[in-house]
């Protein structure tokens, strides 16, 4: 009885060091991964200087880098990501949704050489089809100030590609529900409309809140785009240029009040959608 | 897998491991054995799989020459044997379906033939003539009589005979399946009409667009698009890689570009010095294995510390779950170009680090060589890497490590199991069975993972070895950021780039087809509904 005893005591103290351990473990981690954002909210409200210094608590606080961020073509940058980001929510979505949901439901001749071809051709790096894609733009006459039509109609054109994660959503809704229903004479069309798309309100949000997300961090080919001109950039190709050589001695403090204000509506907007984001994620990304 | 170990019982177990083993000499191997065993016959099975693919193919092909000739005899058969309308069809498109009731359908074929002959005499015509050449003549100093001064006279454009050129190609395609469809139809509705069953009016036609054929307008916008912004630059790229169009050949406003055959791969992998460094094949090798060990370090390093961050919110116990998540999947909804930018900055030559641990507390004297030493560049990148992709795999492997049936630990417990058993013995095999698929996505993502080490090192340090080669080659480039490098400044060598391209293609395909065999848990999609 005693012998038990003290064996149980024993497992319980193992028990309490490696969960001590654990804590600490956690704490450390979250400090790393929190760190460099507390790093720019701090330098961003820093004045006495605007260079890289040894430090991070700023020696006198203030809003100038807010203020030069006013003056400076930053708010003509985050005008064009927030179109597009917008329109990208918005048709990029239903293009999703078009693709993933087909795939998932009919059963048509052309269906696994269609997907196969899919995988295949996203085997090719996507950075390859820039220099036409640029050059077919610039027939169009989108590029450089009119650099944001041009980047929706892009980057909308070929979303059809990414279906995987909503089709392992769709897949999951029994497809029983649809016989159901066609069976009681309901169209394909109304099948769609009235009992699948209630059911796969996560799955709309992940894809809306994805689409949303990626223009704030697209980066090469929006450069490519607006091809030196400030009035088409985004916010990435725009805060770059602050960070080259010649400019970051002068602009370092305002690239990090801009990330700050990049970042804020994004995160606040990610954390209130973040059940449906983990629930994409995690249900998509296995299924491939 | 066992089935696959062939059925040869009782093999000796000192004898060559090439020797197939049944289950039974399979399990008495030791662990060492087992694992030479597995290795040995992963790598004895390629050249059947070679083999296979090659029978595939070949299967693949005698299947399309016999549709084909199918095809021709329907057609031919069809003719003979069709009516007046059906015969009439062959040449206007959509006659028959008009004449016998489904207008609809009819005047979207004629619309579609008279499209085409108006595209091939006004514009096509000439696109497919000039695509042998690229273009005859490129631009002169000559009179303009309209302007009455001497300037410069542009005359063929080869990028747009490239373009319009495939373009026209596509649409001939695209004709003949029109036409195909054409006669088939009036085929059908033939017999129909002689079985004396009713033809689809133009009203179910439009009914069965949001019905059984539902599937066709839903695809339709998605497909055009990437059959636009996809399939056709990837066309026109590969293309590209025959051609010398560069910054000097910009087929238009300087000189035309014309087909130069195998030459661009000749040139990649050609082990003559480039430009006084050392030769391309001998950089393009350097980068190759670097983006291989990126990739590798960069997906299980992720992989196995994501996992590992997850197990400990997840032990049993742990208070302040959804915190410690909360906080790690933060970091995943700000925009990587800040906090990868950020994070380079932090450790430049005169980054916050190194100022820090210099100036503020005198700790060294020689700033970290963080971004200028190869090692020390790779080591950061990676471990930067690990910093992006801890929360998302974290989020990932929470999920699938809940799924794991209780009592399997329970009983490994039982057994005497001990924590790392239990990891190896139950989480890992499950772990690695479900992710299978997403380790193979994230492994070529990596590959190409452009975003990463653009942001953070732009390639550097520079290889002075490689200066001879397209582009400023650094120790950290992938082969993605490499492509980008050359088709960027004043020689823009597209034709390389493609040919890297083509290369990254061939590499991630062969890559994903090894490992597509060798999972099984990729294989049968309908598995997982």
Not at chain 2, 115 to 142: C, D, H, N, R
């Amino acid at each position: 009885m005693s012998k038990s005893n003290k064996h149980h005591m024993g497992i319980r103290t193992l028990n309490r060091v490696s969960n001590g351990a654990i804590y600490t473990l956690l704490a450390i981690i979250s400090i790393i991964w929190l760190i460099p954002f507390v790093f720019i909210v701090l330098q961003s409200f820093r004045v006495e200087n605007t260079y890289q210094v040894g430090y991070v608590i700023p020696q006198q606080w203030g809003f100038q880098n807010y203020i030069n961020l006013w003056n400076s073509d930053f708010k003509r940058w985050y005008l064009n990501t927030f179109i597009i980001a917008l329109a990208a929510a918005v048709l990029q979505t239903v293009i999703v949704l078009c693709m993933s949901y087909t795939l998932s439901r009919f059963r048509f001749k052309l269906r696994g050489p269609l997907m196969r071809f899919m995988l295949i051709l996203g085997m090719f790096p996507g950075m390859l089809t820039m220099i036409i894609l640029y050059r077919v733009l610039a027939d169009l006459g989108l590029t450089q100030a009119n650099a944001v039509p041009g980047l929706i109609l892009v980057s909308v054109a070929s979303s059809g590609m990414g279906y995987y994660v909503s089709k392992g959503f769709f897949d999951t809704i029994p497809k029983s529900l649809d016989e159901a229903a066609r069976v009681d004479g309901a169209t394909r069309l109304q099948v769609l409309t009235k009992i699948i798309l209630p059911l796969a309100k996560p799955i709309v949000i992940y894809t809306i809140l994805t689409a949303f997300m990626g223009p704030w961090g697209d980066y090469v080919f929006a450069r490519y785009v607006a091809f030196g001109t400030s009035s088409g950039y985004n916010v990435a190709v725009g805060m770059y240029s602050w960070l080259t050589n010649d400019q970051i001695d002068r602009m370092y403090t305002t690239f990090c009040a801009g990330g700050v204000i990049v970042a804020l509506p994004v995160t606040i907007l990610f954390l209130c959608l973040q059940k449906y984001y983990v629930e994409g994620v995690t249900g998509g990304a296995v299924k491939g | 897998m066992s089935k696959n170990r062939g059925s040869n019982t009782g093999g000796s177990r000192i004898g060559s491991l090439l020797k197939e083993y049944s289950d039974a000499g399979y399990l008495r191997l030791s662990k060492l054995q087992k694992f030479i065993y597995k290795i040995l016959r992963f790598f004895c099975s390629i050249p059947r799989a070679v083999g296979g693919f090659f029978v595939k193919l070949g299967r693949i092909v005698k299947k399309a020459a016999i549709s084909l000739a199918d095809n021709i005899k329907d057609i031919g058969a069809t003719f003979v044997h069709g009516d007046w309308k059906t015969k009439t069809s062959f040449f206007i498109m959509g006659f028959g379906n008009i004449a016998r009731g489904q207008v609809l359908r009819g005047i979207l074929f004629l619309l579609f033939e008279i499209v085409f002959i108006v595209y091939m005499i006004t514009a096509g015509g000439y696109w497919l003539s000039m695509l042998p050449s690229l273009g005859k003549q490129g631009p002169e100093q000559g009179y303009d009589p309209v302007l009455d001064t001497y300037t410069t006279l542009y005359h063929d454009n080869s990028f747009k005979i490239l373009l319009y050129g495939v373009l026209t190609i596509f649409f001939i395609i695209a004709l003949i399946y029109t036409w195909r469809l054409n006669v088939e139809q009036n085929k059908l509705a033939e017999k129909y009409l002689k079985d004396g069953k009713k033809l689809k009016s133009d009203k179910e036609d439009l009914r069965s667009m949001v019905d059984e054929n539902f599937y066709k307008t839903l695809l339709a916008l998605p497909l055009t698009g990437i059959l636009v912004f996809t399939v056709m630059p990837i066309v026109f790229m590969i293309l590209v890689a025959f051609t010398n169009y560069d910054g000097a050949h910009n087929g238009f406003s300087n000189n035309l570009f014309t087909w130069v055959g195998l030459d661009n791969f000749n040139t990649l992998l050609s082990w003559q010095s480039a430009g006084g460094g050392q030769s391309y094949s001998a950089t393009f090798g350097e980068i190759l294995a670097w983006t291989l060990i990126w990739a590798f370090l960069a997906t299980f390093t992720n992989y196995f510390l994501g996992m590992f961050v997850a197990m400990m919110i997840n032990k049993r116990g742990i208070k302040l779950k959804k915190m410690w998540r909360t906080i790690l999947v933060m970091t995943v909804a700000i925009p990587q170009f800040i906090s990868l930018l950020y994070v380079s900055k932090m450790f430049a030559k005169n980054g916050l680090i190194n100022l820090t641990l210099k100036d503020t507390l005198g700790w060294i004297s020689q700033p970290l060589p963080f971004w200028d030493d190869p090692t020390w560049a790779r080591v950061t990148v990676i471990l930067i890497n690990v910093w992006i992709g801890i929360p998302y795999l974290m989020l990932i492997t929470t999920g699938i490590l809940m799924n794991i049936p209780a009592d399997l630990y329970e009983s490994a417990r039982i057994d005497g199991a001990n924590a790392w058993q239990q990891y190896t013995k139950i989480t890992l095999p499950y772990m690695l069975f479900i992710t299978g698929p997403y380790l193979l996505t994230s492994f070529t993502g990596n590959m190409n993972n452009f975003n990463v080490i653009y942001l953070l090192t732009g390639g550097a340090p520079t290889n002075p070895k490689a200066s001879g080669a397209a582009g400023s080659v650094g120790y950290t480039d992938l082969l993605i950021t490499w492509l980008f490098k050359i088709t960027t400044g004043a020689e823009s060598q597209y034709y390389l780039a493609s040919v890297v391209g083509i290369m990254v293609f061939v590499v991630v395909a062969l890559i994903s087809l090894i490992v597509y065999n060798v999972l099984p848990s990729i294989k049968n999609e309908e598995d997982f509904q």
